[in-house]
C-alpha cells in the first residue's frame, strides 16, 4: 500500500505531466479536459503557494475549508472534490502517489437541490401561450422547448444538434420511428439515440418546412441566418416564456425541463435504470441521487409516460 512517505515529490513540473496524463486517458471533450486542469491548477496552486510538495489528507481538508470561507457553493466544492478525488484514484492505481481523497466526504447543502421541477400544468401553461404565426423563429422556439421537455435532453446537446441528427429506423416495434442523435455531456461525438414521440417530432418537422436551409451539416435549430444558437439564449428563451404566464421563480430554469420530465417518468412508477438510459446518465445513480442501458421498448414507455402527462 502506497503512502506519502514512500512517494515522490509532486513538485510543478511532475503534477503539469500527471494531470496531462489524467485527463487524456479517456475521450473527454476539450470542454471536460480544460475543466479537470483548471480545477486540479487551484488544488495545486493552492499547495504552491504553501510549499506543499508532498500534500496529504489534512491538506486537502485545509484546502476544502479555504473554499467554504471565500464563499464557494457547496455544488462548486463538490464538484472539484470529485475531480480530486478521481486524480489521487489514479495516482493510486498507477503506484504514484497515495489517495489522500479516502474518507473525505462531499459538502453538505442545507439548500438542497437549487433548481426545481417545472409542473406539468406550467409547461402546458407555457406552451399554450408561446406566440405563432407563419414566421421560421417562431416555429423553432415552439419546437426548442417542446423538445426540451418532452426529451429530457440537456440545453448543450439540443444546441448542437444537426439536421443530419434527424434520422429515421426500425425500430424493434418493426415500425419506422424517428430519432434524434445526441451529443451527450462530456462526450466527443453525438452517440445517444433519442426516440421521438409524435407530440415531439410534429414541431420539429413544422418547423422544418419553414426553414430556408435543411443540409444534412447544418444546425437543426439555428438563426435565419443559419448559424448555431447559443446555449444564454435557449435560457432567455425559456425565462421569457415561462415570465409570459406568471412563472417568474429564480429557482425555476431551462433546466426545470428536464426535472420534469425526471420527475414525470419516476412518479409513473418508470425503472430508474430505463429514466437514467433516456436521460443519457453514465450512472443510474446520478439520476436516483437528483430525481428521486435498457431496451427500446423500456425507453418507449418512459417518453410516452411523459408525453401522457404533458397532453
Known sequence: ??????????????VSSLILEFVNRKSHSKGTKKTY??????FFNY????????????????????LIYQGKTANYINNLLTVLKNFFRYLDFIKRYEDITKMIDRIKSDKGHKREALHPHQFQKIMKYMPMSEHEILFRNFA???????????????????VKHLFQKEGSDQKQNW????????????????LLTEKTLKPIQDYLKLKKSNKPEDYLFSTESGKGLN?????????????????????ITCHSLRHMFA?????????????SDVLG??????????????????KNKVLNSVDEVLG
Open 1 to 14: 500500500m502506497l503512502e506519502v512517505k514512500d512517494c515522490k515529490p509532486l513538485n510543478k513540473k511532475a
Open 37 to 42: 486542469q483548471k480545477q486540479l491548477k487551484k
Open 47 to 66: 499547495c504552491s503557494a504553501k510549499k506543499l510538495q508532498k500534500p496529504r489528507r489534512k491538506d486537502i481538508l485545509e484546502f476544502l475549508e479555504s
Open 144 to 162: 426548442i422547448l417542446n423538445t426540451l421537455g418532452r426529451t429530457g435532453i440537456r440545453r448543450n446537446g439540443l444546441r448542437e444538434l444537426k
Open 179 to 194: 430519432y434524434l442523435l445526441v451529443k451527450l455531456k462530456g462526450h466527443q461525438v453525438a452517440d445517444h439515440e433519442v
Open 231 to 251: 446555449v444564454d439564449f435557449i435560457s432567455r428563451l425559456f425565462k421569457q416564456s415561462a415570465r409570459r404566464v406568471g412563472i417568474d421563480s429564480p429557482k
Open 263 to 275: 420527475t414525470i417518468a419516476k412518479a409513473n412508477n418508470m425503472a430508474m435504470e430505463d429514466i
Open 281 to 298: 446518465h453514465a450512472e443510474t445513480s446520478t439520476t436516483s441521487d437528483i430525481y428521486a442501458h435498457r431496451g427500446e421498448q423500456s
